[in-house]
């Protein structure tokens, strides 16, 4: 099974769809919210992205929710 961790905010829709997206495929995550955790916000900065979602699986990051990455890196 493949490790997934999203960075999310609280405010973020883009962010509650895509959790909304892996718990409706059965996909099992991390979640890391920037709001509430800085090492989330230091994770981000440290590797470029200036705003959520981020969505690592197996330590690549998708920046931003685009299904069909999500899907094809999934194996859905």
Same mark, same amino acid.
């Given at each position: 099974?493949?490790?997934?961790t999203i960075y999310t905010s /609280?405010?973020?829709p883009h962010c509650k769809a895509a959790k /909304?997206?892996?718990k409706e495929n059965n996909i099992d995550f991390e979640e890391k919210n920037v709001d509430e955790?800085?090492?989330a916000i230091d994770y981000l900065v440290e590797n470029g992205?200036?705003?959520?979602p981020v969505i690592n699986i197996d330590g690549?990051?998708?920046v931003g929710f685009n299904k %069909?990455?999500?899907d %094809?890196?999934?194996g859905l």
């Open positions: 099974m493949k490790k997934v /609280n405010t973020c /909304n997206y892996l955790d800085r090492s992205h200036r705003g959520v690549e990051d998708i %069909e990455v999500v %094809e890196k999934l």
